[in-house]
């Protein structure tokens, strides 16, 4: 199953780089190394699935992969939160990479709603 529209794609890839710099800031400038891991490990494996699920060999296993994505970029947000909330990131970094994970999650899930109604028509 291949996405026609590379929109998505493009999207998560443009996510991964912002997450990808902001670890990298946290670690560098913070001296924060654990939450920073994990919001890199979450942030880049939603464009990683999604990769996957291009790939996919059938319908079941395309949904799947998406599933993980959307878990993944659920998963983002919190590290996003936490990480406001103990003042390792501002509050205009937050809102920011927040709206593009949130962004991510409502297409994906649009996506993952469209693709199992059509698995039982």
Same mark, same amino acid.
């Given at each position: 199953?291949?996405?026609?529209?590379?929109?998505l794609?493009?999207k998560?890839?443009?996510?991964?780089?912002?997450?990808?710099?902001?670890? /990298?800031?946290?670690?560098v400038? /913070? /001296?924060?190394?654990?939450? @920073?891991?994990q919001?890199?490990? @979450? *942030?880049t @494996?939603i *464009?990683?699935?999604? +990769?996957e699920?291009? *790939? *996919?060999i059938?319908? +079941?296993d395309?949904?799947?992969k998406l599933?993980?994505?959307y %878990?993944? @970029?659920?998963?983002?947000?919190?590290?996003l939160? &936490?990480? %406001?909330?103990?003042?390792? &990131?501002s509050?205009? !970094? =937050?809102?920011?990479? =927040?709206?593009h994970? !949130?962004?991510l999650?409502?297409i &994906?899930?649009?996506?993952?709603r469209?693709? /199992?109604?059509?698995d039982?028509?």
């Amino acid at each position: 199953m291949v996405f026609k529209d590379k929109i998505l794609y493009a999207k998560a890839f443009d996510f991964a780089v912002r997450i990808t710099r902001t670890a /990298r800031a946290l670690m560098v400038e /913070r /001296r924060e190394f654990v939450l @920073s891991k994990q919001i890199l490990r @979450s *942030g880049t @494996s939603i *464009g990683a699935n999604i +990769a996957e699920a291009n *790939g *996919g060999i059938s319908q +079941a296993d395309f949904s799947s992969k998406l599933s993980i994505a959307y %878990k993944e @970029s659920l998963e983002t947000k919190y590290w996003l939160d &936490l990480l %406001k909330e103990t003042d390792l &990131l501002s509050v205009e !970094d =937050h809102a920011a990479l =927040h709206a593009h994970a !949130d962004e991510l999650s409502k297409i &994906l899930y649009a996506i993952i709603r469209t693709t /199992r109604l059509s698995d039982t028509a």
